[in-house]
């Protein structure tokens, strides 16, 4: 499939800025289609000094006359004296909204972000994007059955479910999109973006997890358009999704160990014990527990527990309130605050889910369902905190009623040949995304640099106030100067981690010193994927 750009020649680009600095007003190219990208951008209604606008794509790129959506668009305008262009930015998911992602102007140190025009869209399908995939909202529920299927009935259960979700998104009112939601048909969004906003230049882009994978694959498309790109969180391409996910059942069953021995630590405050093997030892009989007397008006089973738990392997910045909630489950029977965390991450819009299942649907073609529960029960018999749930989350892809379009190859050659520099931020025990991922885009990529938080458990955890960390993306962002490149294959700088919070019973703590607005757009993001 052809580049965007090789096909946008010979038409007239117009482009309306209201006021925004930074591009030009129009751009004149050729091209054999109708379709021109053309922006007209207007103060937000909520924030007058950005600059919003309903951007409009082809539903199709192979039939560019045909049907356009509309993506949701927001920039924030540089404040500094001098510009440094466009800085497109990603919270990855798939299946997040990215227009709260100009807050990056603010949240990068030494206020580098206030020279960049800094751009967050919704993607296809996302949020107030047009249209807008919703498939159940009633698809997580309370109370489910075990997602451990120990009986043929278990199974039955799942699967069914689990189809029945695919199909109410081929019957869903934005069916249409499902054949158009790839990373490719989002990498080309990008670059009708950059072309309408920006024709002239390259651009910068700051993508978190899923978003690390949008860049790596629009900087091996579009090589001449790459200035600077931080990438954090990195997904490694050359085993997305399926073999990632097998990883992540590992690595998420690790951490949770990680996060009890911290709880343990910390016995005076939450009085669970000082053994991690004893914590984990409870939890697991706890699980069983449940499942035959569900907690909390009978709405909180094994499966409950186990997603509200997820979110102390992916961050630390909330331990200290997980560790309480689930100390008052384990200690008193009082279950509000767990499942409190599992209904705010989970229950309600599906749209995030739906998306997500979109795009990785389509992006690649799943296993034969045989060789996943092969792959599920090798897994969870050593690691079972999430093998079984993870399985599931992605098994609509099994029935899924679009067809995948099969994997995107990933190379940064072309591009550091024409001057992309790329920094890659990885924590080594990042269970989402893990660490040899970032080692295999950086060999992929000969002008990046990876900076390694030394045994970090935070996915995607830059800009925590980590100094070491958050020192060299502004550097470079503002410069252009990576960190310098060692020989051999590991990491080009190693930093702490991300510390987690105070133990302080009963009372919200958080680690790090990520602002919390930013630490709530990308929870909400990554936590879909």
Known sequence: ???????????????????????????????????????????????????????????????????????????????????????????????????????????????????????????????????????????????????????????????????????????????????????????????????????????????????????????????GKVDKFVLDGV????????????????????????????????????????????????????????????????????????????????????????AAAYSRLVRKGNGRGIFKMYADANMGDDNGYAVYLGVQCTDVHAPPWATQVKDARRINRKHPFLTWDNTWYNAPCVSWPAAAVGGLAVNGAATASLGGKVLLVNETKDAATPYSGALRVRSLFPSSALIAGVGGTTHAGSLSGVSCVDSRIATFLDSGVLPARQAGTGADVSCPKVPPPPANRYARSTGGGRPAALQDLLAKAQLIG
């Open 235 to 322: 997904v490694d391409p050359s085993d997305y999704w399926y073999g990632a996910n097998l990883k992540q059942e590992v690595g998420f069953d690790r951490n949770l160990n990680v996060f009890f021995k911290w709880v343990a630590k910390h016995n005076r405050t939450y009085h669970l014990g000082t053994s991690k093997k004893a914590i984990r030892h409870g939890f697991n009989a706890l699980l069983k527990k449940l499942d035959r007397h569900p907690a909390f008006h009978r709405k909180l089973g094994p499966d409950e527990l186990t997603d509200a738990m997820l979110n102390a392997g992916y961050y630390v910045y909330d331990w200290d309130s997980i």
């Open 1 to 223: 499939m052809k580049r965007l750009i090789a096909v946008l020649v010979a038409a007239v680009l117009s482009v309306s800025l209201a006021g925004f600095e930074g591009a030009s007003a129009s751009s004149t190219a050729t091209t054999a289609s109708s379709y021109s990208p053309d922006i007209t951008l207007a103060p937000c209604a909520d924030l007058a000094t950005d600059k919003c606008a309903m951007f409009q794509v082809p539903l199709d790129w192979n039939n560019q006359d045909g049907e356009k959506i509309s993506l949701a668009v927001r920039i924030r305008p540089h404040t500094s004296a001098v510009s440094k262009g466009l800085m497109l930015a990603n919270p990855g998911g798939p299946g997040a909204s990215g227009t709260g992602l100009v807050g990056l102007a603010d949240w990068i140190p030494s206020s580098v972000g206030h020279q960049y025009d800094v751009v967050g869209w919704d993607p296809r399908g996302v949020g107030a994007s047009t249209p807008s995939l919703h498939c159940n909202s009633t698809y997580f529920g309370v109370n489910r059955p075990s997602f451990v299927p120990k009986t043929n009935r278990l199974m039955r259960y799942w699967m069914k479910k689990t189809s029945r979700y695919a199909a109410s998104c081929g019957a869903s009112a934005a069916s249409r999109l499902l054949g158009h939601m790839s990373t490719l048909d989002n990498v080309k969004d990008m670059e009708a973006l950059r072309i309408a906003l920006a024709p002239a230049q390259k651009i910068s882009f700051y993508g978190f997890s899923y978003g690390s994978y949008l860049g790596q694959v629009y900087a091996t498309r579009n090589p």
